[in-house]
């Protein structure tokens, strides 16, 4: 008998689904051997009573007010470096005397004055409140001094008129140093309350310094070496600050350069708290006070010698990578693989066709075939390579051609003197205007250009791509680098790099002088204007450098447009980068600030929005302020952005978008002949796979090209309408020009004339 089968409509019972009722074996079936999470006991998981929470407070609250009362004792006091005290006036009217006065009271302290140029400095030693100072000050109007200074100063002191309160010059000193970043600033009451809120004040870090070591110069020496008189040893002398401070790192000198340290010094501090009485060298039996630095030459105490530069752990100065020109070779093919590479291309070049009787192989060649196009499928892709190879110094032409188009130049403008119709330069007023003009057509027409009439446009655009997607699409970032590429250097994963490194500096693994020390230190190879620049009364100010910072590569700094500024600015054109603690000159590119990893070029510095600026540049570990310049042809420097570093990253990709337009000429429901795009047959055949768009939403792609002046019939998702514009998207990658220059030009100060500090005296709170 058959066996009995149940039909479809039996009852089916629901399976039981077990939950809190499943057995051990189910569970451990489902578990996979997967353990389950064990729960903590009180005692296993630290869970403390409501005394010892207290007590646990209490503690943390009492270890960081010791480490806030410790570093409070290290800044300043007998055992720490000075307390660098920057004072600013914001009016030409403030007399700078009028405030030292204050400050050099007879009963606060002992006062040591120095004057170096226009930086006028004293120190300040108060036993009474276990303290000392040093002063200096700067004129708003000299710009790199205040920034430099800004840079290594614990506190900053701004001085107001009290009528008026700050001028242009000190509005513009204050937007460049809250940009760059300010240490702790506070107003002043009285000379006494002023000191006592000084020793006492809590400190604000900075990043950029906390990590390294750096030392503002008290002190200069330049030993001209035996072989050339203008390059020689320069011999600092400052306080070390930041961090412990190696002989074997590489020591930049803000503004000059990166160099190299022969060795390490440990004089006697020139400026003890408790000044000592010791019998001078000279004269046995006449006793000083060590309490100035004309007195270290006669102390009785030999110089120690804390360290000494070691060849091999000493950092290189190379800040390029050396290309290797062999490294790109091809060796010449032998006989028999060009043998082989003709017999392939005689077999794939063969088409049968039907000619009339007696044509010659060339004429064959320009027989059509019966779809209307001709007999080889690559016909186009050998049309492209003999163009490339052709039309070579026709290409390079039009990329002169195109750089021409963005080419900027920059017209004076003064905050104090005003341009009369006779002093106004009539070229460069047309060149502004034209920038004006470009900027005005970017924000109408993104990224629209014309297509050439004099050059096909398979040329003309050969560099560029096109893409589905600009979002999904792939694009490999390595292809196609350019010859700079081989001079700098990449991380392999440059924020591992970054946190090992901050690692080892919080684990204070570093040997060398430590914070607070009174060192000199003996830079090798320094150029002797260098020196004479220090003789002059400018600050030299040196930073230590973190492994890899003196090498070249590609920097992405976040900036927005400063508010104070409006006139356009283009991409490519040279700017004044302050990186943190280093200035150089570059020719940046911008871009878009996005997480995907194309970004769009943007042809302007735009207002309101965030940017990337991308550059060559020695490697800098973030966090990092950055201020971008520009230089005015009458010297000035105006403020144009600021923001701070986001990656050292050469694989950031930049993606320049090109827009050809074209317009319906005649439309048939989801059919449309397209005109003014191109003006050639073979220009609608080569970009016939790129896909179409309109500026009301429509997709379409090229279906053929009509007659031979660039009409072309094309077919869209939907019905085209008459006042419709036809897009056509192509891009290619862009990449920054090797314009980088560490020297830059000091700026003409904003003030028309030195001010002389005996103006009368004005009333200050």
Not at 381 to 389: M, Q, V
Request: net charge negative; aromatic share 8%.
């Amino acid at each position: 008998m058959a066996a009995h089968r149940s039909g479809p409509l039996k009852q089916q019972n629901k399976a039981h689904k077990g939950g809190r009722h499943r057995g051990r074996g189910s569970a451990q079936r489902d578990g996979k051997g997967r353990l389950a999470l064990k729960i903590l006991s009180k005692k296993v998981r630290k869970e403390l009573s409501r005394v010892d929470q207290r007590h646990r407070a209490n503690q943390l609250r009492k270890q960081k007010k010791e480490a806030v009362l410790a570093e409070k004792r290290q800044l300043g006091s007998k055992d720490g470096p000075l307390h660098q005290v920057l004072v600013v006036p914001l009016h030409e009217r403030i007399s700078l005397p009028e405030a030292y006065r204050l400050l050099q009271d007879k009963d606060t302290g002992t006062v040591h004055v120095n004057e170096w140029g226009s930086t006028h400095s004293f120190m300040l030693l108060c036993p009474r409140l276990k303290h000392r100072w040093f002063f200096t000050s700067a004129r708003p109007g000299d710009l790199h001094t205040v920034l430099d200074m800004a840079k290594v100063a614990d506190t900053i002191i701004f001085l107001l008129d009290p009528l008026e309160g700050w001028d242009s010059t000190g509005d513009y000193c204050l937007s460049c140093l809250f940009a760059q970043g300010l240490p702790t600033y506070n107003t002043q009451q009285e000379a006494e309350v002023l000191l006592r809120q000084l020793a006492n004040q809590k400190q604000r870090h900075l990043a950029f310094r906390d990590r390294r070591a750096y030392l503002f110069a008290h002190a200069a020496d330049f030993v001209p070496s035996e072989e050339n008189n203008l390059v020689g040893t320069l011999k600092i002398s400052g306080y070390v600050r930041g961090q412990t401070l190696n002989v074997n790192s590489l020591l930049h000198i803000v503004g000059q350069g990166d160099f190299q340290m022969e060795q390490i010094d440990a004089p006697m501090d020139p400026f003890p708290l408790n000044p000592r009485v010791i019998k001078s060298q000279k004269d046995p039996g006449m006793a000083m006070e060590i309490c100035a630095p004309d007195a270290v030459a006669d102390m009785e105490e030999d110089l120690k010698v804390l360290m000494k530069a070691d060849p091999d752990k000493q950092e290189s100065l190379q800040t390029e990578v050396i290309p290797d020109p062999m490294e790109g070779e091809q060796t010449w093919p032998t006989e028999e693989e060009l043998s082989e590479a003709n017999d392939f291309l005689k077999k794939s070049s063969k088409v049968v066709k039907k000619v009339p009787k007696g044509t010659s192989n060339y004429q064959a060649e320009w027989i059509l075939d019966e779809d209307g196009e001709s007999g080889g499928e690559d016909e186009y892709d050998d049309i492209e390579h003999g163009d490339f190879i052709e039309e070579e110094s026709q290409d390079e032409g039009s990329e002169k051609e195109e750089e021409e188009e963005y080419e900027t130049m920059t017209m004076g403008e003064s905050v104090h003197d005003d341009l009369d119709d006779e002093n106004v330069d009539d070229e460069a007023e047309e060149k502004m205007l034209e920038k004006y003009k470009q900027e005005r057509l970017q924000e109408m027409f993104p990224d629209e250009v014309d297509t050439p009439r004099d050059v096909a446009a398979r040329i003309r655009f050969q560099k560029y791509r096109g893409l589905k997607s600009f979002r999904t699409s792939p694009w490999d970032p390595k292809e196609n680098l350019p010859q700079d590429y081989a001079r700098i250097f990449q991380f392999q994963n440059f924020t591992n790099t970054r946190k090992r490194i901050f690692k080892e500096i919080e684990e204070k693994d570093v040997e060398g002088a430590e914070v607070g020390w009174y060192v000199t230190l003996h830079v090798s190879k320094v150029p002797v204007s260098v020196y004479e620049y220090f003789k002059r009364g400018a600050p030299l100010i040196a930073f230590s450098l973190l492994p890899h910072e003196q090498k070249m590569s590609v920097l992405n700094m976040v900036v927005s447009r400063h508010s104070g500024n409006t006139e356009p600015v283009k991409a490519k054109e040279e700017l004044i980068f302050h990186c943190g603690f280093r200035r150089f000159r570059a020719s940046p590119l911008f871009s878009q600030h996005t997480a995907a990893d194309k970004h769009k070029f943007q042809r302007f510095l735009t207002a309101d929005v965030a940017l990337v600026v991308t550059v060559y540049g020695p490697i800098t570990f973030p966090p990092a302020s950055v201020l971008l310049f520009k230089q005015n042809s009458n010297g000035m420097h105006s403020l144009i952005a600021t923001g701070s570093l986001l990656s050292v990253d050469p694989d950031r990709m930049v993606i320049k978008r090109a827009v050809l337009s074209g317009h319906p000429f005649k439309i048939f429901t989801k059919m449309a002949v397209v005109r003014y795009m191109f003006f050639s047959r073979e220009d609608v055949l080569w970009f016939k796979p790129v896909e179409l768009r309109t500026k009301w939403g429509r997709r379409g792609h090229i279906k053929e090209p009509l007659g031979t002046h660039g009409h072309m019939k094309c077919s869209f998702d939907g019905k085209l309408k008459s006042q419709d514009t036809v897009l056509m998207n192509l891009y290619k990658r862009v990449f920054p020009k090797w314009s980088y220059d560490p020297c830059v030009p000091e700026p003409v100060p904003w003030m028309k004339s030195e001010i002389s500090l005996a103006v009368p005296e004005v009333d200050m709170e």
